[in-house]
């Protein structure tokens, strides 16, 4: 159960985090349940705050002790950038409306809940309760993990493929978050592509400085130029960070930028965030061909491999947009495993050359 409106369950600060509010939760569940204790473990702030608990409570077997918790960002840059098209509100609405029957392994939900005006809570278990292994940023999968993560996003594409009445049914998925987020994005994309740019120093190739500000300044084209593919549900995130691990499954957090699109861009910036680059030049076209396969084996018509290939050329544009920008703006991703992950997109837009696909 994830919802329950006679109570609601929004924080805003760490300090919220109490005795009655966990009880609230808890009781969702378990009636007549008490909390005696909530220790926050700790805190991590970035594009959303993230607070590790331990709860305790006499509901035992039944809801878990170890909660995993996010709220918007305490940091007033990425707070700015989320906020306001309200990322975390369209997560919240994706597990609530879109999660079950899903055939991707997700997260397990205790509570989501999202009150326009007065803040967005998400409560899940936390992914050591479950025997889960988080995914860092900088991982570099290897090939049977990819393979694995791969076979996940073409059944997760395939279950949502053509269904363009979600539209319709999920509002939020094409209304005034992706709206605003589309805006800010062409608005500020400029600015912050040469800020990025200049951060990235020769992690990125001098040769894609200026192809990657004509992108930025035509951003509107080229956003509606790849939206004109079959239209699916799109995770739009997918860096090894957001992947999760019990033993060698995969499963995807982080829906924030969860949208309708063209599945190949999930694929594109898979490859090229979760694969160090002598590793995804070797696999990279079995990786594709698995992609159109499994596709194909739930149901999808066969698809044109190298029209597909030219799509996965020019997608691979946006992983190098978000990197940067994400290194422009700060605070949203440890520098370090950012800086990886600039050079591992660098190096898949420099193989393709993926700026000429889009004949800029």
Not at 86 to 114: C, D, M, T, W
Not at 143 to 166: C, I, M, P, S
Not at 319 to 337: K, R, V, Y
Request: proline fraction near 4%; aromatic fraction near 8%; include cysteine.
């Amino acid at each position: 159960m994830l919802n329950g409106s006679r109570n609601n369950i929004v924080v805003h600060r760490p300090n919220q985090l109490s005795r009655k509010w966990a009880e609230l939760i808890v009781n969702r569940y378990v009636a007549d349940a008490a909390v005696s204790a909530v220790e926050v473990q700790s805190v991590n702030i970035g594009t959303s705050t993230r607070l590790r608990l331990i709860v305790e409570h006499d509901a035992i077997g039944i809801v878990p002790s170890r909660w995993f918790v996010k709220t918007p960002s305490l940091a007033i840059k990425s707070r700015a950038i989320t906020a306001i098209p309200r990322l975390l509100h369209k997560e919240v609405n994706f597990y609530n409306s879109l999660s079950q029957g899903s055939p991707v392994n997700l997260p397990h939900i205790l509570a989501a809940e999202s009150l326009f005006g007065r803040g967005t809570t998400l409560v899940m278990t936390d992914l050591d309760e479950l025997d889960c292994r988080p995914g860092l940023s900088d991982d570099a999968l290897s090939v049977e993990q990819a393979r694995r993560v791969v076979e996940k996003l073409a059944g997760f594409h395939a279950h949502y493929w053509g269904n363009t009445d979600l539209l319709t049914k999920h509002r939020w998925l094409s209304g005034f978050s992706y709206n605003v987020e589309n805006f800010m994005g062409t608005l500020l994309a400029v600015p912050l592509m040469r800020r990025g740019l200049e951060r990235a120093g020769g992690v990125v190739p001098s040769k894609l400085y200026r192809p990657a500000l004509h992108y930025a300044a035509d951003r509107r084209r080229i956003t509606n130029f790849l939206a004109t593919g079959v239209q699916t549900l799109v995770h739009h995130d997918c860096h090894p960070g957001n992947l999760f691990w019990k033993e060698a499954e995969p499963g995807l957090l982080d829906w924030q930028l969860v949208r309708m699109g063209e599945g190949i861009s999930d694929l594109a910036y898979f490859l090229a965030t979760s694969l160090k680059p002598e590793s995804r030049r070797i696999h990279e076209k079995q990786l594709l061909e698995l992609y159109l396969a499994t596709l194909a084996s739930h149901g999808v018509d066969a698809l044109d491999e190298e029209v597909y290939y030219q799509r996965y050329r020019a997608h691979l544009v946006y992983p190098f947009e978000a990197m940067i920008i994400t290194l422009a703006i700060g605070g949203m991703m440890e520098q370090s495993n950012n800086l990886e992950l600039i050079a591992r997109v660098s190096a898949a837009i420099e193989d393709h050359d993926s700026y000429a696909a889009l004949a800029l």
